[in-house]
């Protein structure tokens, strides 16, 4: 995409279908070993998950009850009712009923993914690997619809998931718009109405070409990345999104756009 044409399909309903189209047709061409683990996954129970995963089997080596990763989980402080330590127990507890229910539950999505719990661990468990993995599993299961942060990942999915796809990078200049950030208050608002004319201020051109870091990803190392993607999997993780939020606006009487914008904004 040349110029303006970046800027003009950004976030749009247009995007969101072609990239849809794009993600199914290369995970259909792509015969990574990854796509056929993740999809065999979806039948398996979350035991055999927390067995096969590389992420989940190395995450654990077992836990003191001593409550260090909560202690200095931010989220902890912030969700009343939310520990670390109690996702720990649940997957230690090897019990699939209450696998599940922390799969369908807003706990697992609560965690900011800052980090503060692994180097505190005494066990030296990856907690935040943990909770990674498991929203993984709830998300190709299905099981994230049940929670309100769970479906805001179909959002979630077209917005990083999207600059990955089309842009080469998790976030975007765009996405800060001011109307979604009003807690960032009037310097930001005017810093956002004036941010092409930054953006070209400093050298940056994240729409065009140029010669600085700011500059439009090359095609063919969009392409590279894209291969990355697809041979590690993600975009059976992606596609599975994209059918659990079809069926969940069939079942609410919804458009798949009047259930992205509902899933945006609730919660």
């Known amino acids: ?5 970046m800027q003009n399909v950004f976030a749009t309903p247009e995007e969101r279908e072609k990239d849809r189209q794009e993600t199914q047709a290369a995970m259909e061409e792509c015969p990574a070993e990854m796509q056929v683990f993740y999809k065999r ?35 902890a402080q912030y969700y009343e009712g939310y520990s670390p330590r109690a996702i720990v127990d649940v997957a230690l507890s090897r019990d ?26 005494p066990q030296g468990n990856n907690v935040l690997g943990l909770i990674s993995s498991l929203r993984f599993l709830a998300q190709l299961k299905g099981y994230h619809l ?17 600059n990955l796809w089309n842009r080469g990078l ?4 765009r996405n800060a718009a001011a109307e979604s950030h009003p807690d960032f ?3 930001h608002a005017q810093y956002q109405a004036q941010v092409d ?7 940056a051109t994240p729409d065009t070409p140029g010669d600085f870091c700011g500059r439009k990803t090359p095609p063919e190392t969009i392409e590279e990345l894209r291969q990355c993607i697809a041979w590690g999997g ?26 992205h914008e509902k899933v945006r904004s609730e919660g």
């Open 185 to 187: 208050g009037p310097r």
């Open 234 to 259: 993600t975009l059976v993780l992606w596609n599975q999104v994209e059918n659990h939020a079809a069926a969940d606006a069939h079942a609410r009487g919804m458009s798949i756009e009047q259930y």
């Open 146 to 162: 049940c929670s309100v942060r769970g479906r805001q990942q179909y959002a979630a999915r077209h917005l990083w998931g999207g």
């Open 96 to 121: 699939e009923a209450r696998l599940v229910e922390l799969l369908k539950s807003e706990m697992l999505w609560y965690c900011g993914q800052c980090g503060s719990c692994k180097p505190k661990c």
């Open 170 to 173: 998790s976030l975007y200049f």
């Open 1 to 5: 995409m040349e110029g303006g044409d």
């Open 41 to 75: 996954a979806r039948h398996e129970s979350c035991t055999w998950w927390l067995d096969n995963q590389l992420v989940a089997r190395h995450a654990l080596e077992s836990c003191l009850s001593c409550g260090v990763c909560t202690a200095e989980c931010p989220a």
């Open 197 to 203: 004319e930054q953006m070209r201020r400093l050298g």
